[in-house]
């Protein structure tokens, strides 16, 4: 299943390659695990949307190569934020709500030109100095049903571990 999951993720890459096509769905893709590295030879892209893939571990760096201004990684499952998403020049708006993040990298800071920023329903408790610049550059900041803390609360007691609990975590 997930090889096929994939390869039909690869012809979607390769009907839109030379479409002039901005935008790619990819969305709610019960099987798909990784992205395709040919994503990065689709140079017109803009958005790229991958909400709903709660299998996917793997976004190649191939994206990098890209002007991505919107990815939507909404309901993924995700475990931390994949390093990928750092070295997006470019991006503007990035969704990662309704995931399992308890942090962010330091690295999001870099984003110069991202305005968006949603992280909702996630298990995020604080941002740490280092993410300042990039939190007053945002015109949307979306962090609701995250367990922030202040800085005088403790830490909270890890999660129990359940089997139905998604984990992801990035190279």
């Known amino acids: 299943m997930e ?50 893939n709660k299998r996917l571990r793997c976004i190649p760096n191939t994206l990098t190569g890209l002007r991505l201004t919107r990815v939507d990684l909404t309901q993924c499952c ?23 993040l308890r942090s962010l990298p ?11 920023l949603s992280l909702e329903d996630n298990r995020i408790t604080l941002f740490t100095e280092a993410l300042h610049p990039l939190v007053t550059s945002l015109t949307y900041l979306n962090l609701l049903n995250n367990p922030l803390l202040r800085p005088s609360d403790p830490p909270p007691p890890p999660p129990p571990s359940t089997p139905h609990t998604c984990r992801r975590t990035w190279p």
């Open 3 to 52: 090889h096929a999951a994939y390869e039909l993720a690869r012809q979607d890459i390769e009907t839109v390659k030379d479409s002039g096509c901005l935008s790619l769905w990819l969305e709610g893709r019960e099987w798909l695990t990784e992205v395709p590295y040919t994503i990065g030879d689709v140079k017109g892209l803009k958005n790229l949307m991958l909400k709903q």
């Open 106 to 116: 330091e690295s999001l800071a870099q984003l110069r030109s991202l305005r968006t």
């Open 78 to 100: 995700l475990g931390e934020v994949p390093s990928v998403l750092c070295g997006l020049k470019y991006i503007e708006e990035l969704y990662l709500g309704g995931n399992e």
